[in-house]
């Protein structure tokens, strides 16, 4: 009769081992398919040059538009004056547009302007007549002329829908801010700095793309696909093998 326990204690130990792990490939089933698809918490990731474009048109608002209108008071010409008025409005509606896709994406954007900003309009603020002329125009180009070419990068990689929307909105505002800054006849084209220029090549161009991705999102649904396909298989046939052996 021991035997016959013996065996009995076997066969009820393989058949639970077979029952836990077919639970075990169900479960898998039921999760790792899910994980292929799922999306991040929170909704599409936005990646470093996205969060660049966003911070820098905020930025630029935060100090353009008092520069604006400083320029729209204390000008010395009436060209300055129009002009300071016109980009200190057009800032405050490309502001509100930045500001209502940061809330919409849940990012978080500069309250006020950087060190260097605030540098700017003291400069300004310290300067009259001609002189004060000079430097709002000259301080001013240099700035839309940086943040010009990034929104052309941004809008050509990013993923998101309501970026690419604020880059078109943007370069709108800051190509005319630059062609009225210009008009003026006060921009010194000698000293604008060059231009950022990816190098040549197919590895200069795999680069920037590599550059402008971000970081990646989530897991390759092939990967996880694949883990599962082996796990599943794997499972199959240590099932078969312990049913058969009992």
């Not at 048109?57 to 320029?71: H, I």
């Not at 200190?88 to 509100?96: M, R, V």
């Not at 001609?130 to 993923?159: C, E, M, N, Y």
């Not at 700095?193 to 161009?205: F, I, V």
Request: with cysteine; net charge positive.
């Amino acid at each position: 009769m021991a035997p016959l326990r013996s065996a009995h204690r076997r066969l009820g130990t393989r058949t639970h081992r077979a029952a836990m792990l077919l639970i075990a490939i169900i479960a898998a089933v039921g999760v790792l398919p899910g994980m292929a698809v799922a999306a991040p918490a929170g909704g599409q990731q936005l990646n470093a040059a996205d969060m660049t474009l966003l911070n820098g048109v905020r930025l630029a608002g935060l100090w353009e538009m008092p520069a604006g209108q400083m320029a729209a008071e204390k000008g010395q010409s009436a060209k300055v004056r129009e002009i300071g008025a016109g980009i200190a409005g057009e800032h405050q509606k490309l502001d509100q547009l930045t500001v209502d896709a940061a809330n919409k994406l849940g990012a978080s954007i500069p309250s006020e302007p950087t060190a260097e900003q605030k540098g700017w309009l003291a400069e300004m603020q310290k300067a009259s007549g001609a002189r004060f002329d000079q430097i709002f125009v000259t301080r001013l180009r240099v700035a839309h002329g940086k943040i010009f070419p990034v929104i052309g990068a941004v809008r050509a990689s990013t993923r998101d829908a309501t970026i690419r929307k604020l880059c078109e909105d943007a370069n709108a505002f800051v190509q005319h801010h630059m062609q009225m800054l210009e008009s003026t006849g006060l921009v010194r084209w000698p000293e604008l700095p060059p231009a950022a220029l990816p190098a040549p090549g197919e590895d200069g161009l795999l680069a920037a793309a590599s550059a402008n991705s971000g970081p990646q999102v989530g897991v390759s649904s092939t990967v996880v696909w694949l883990v599962f396909l082996a796990a599943l298989g794997t499972g199959g046939i240590a099932t078969y093998r312990m049913l058969r052996r009992t």
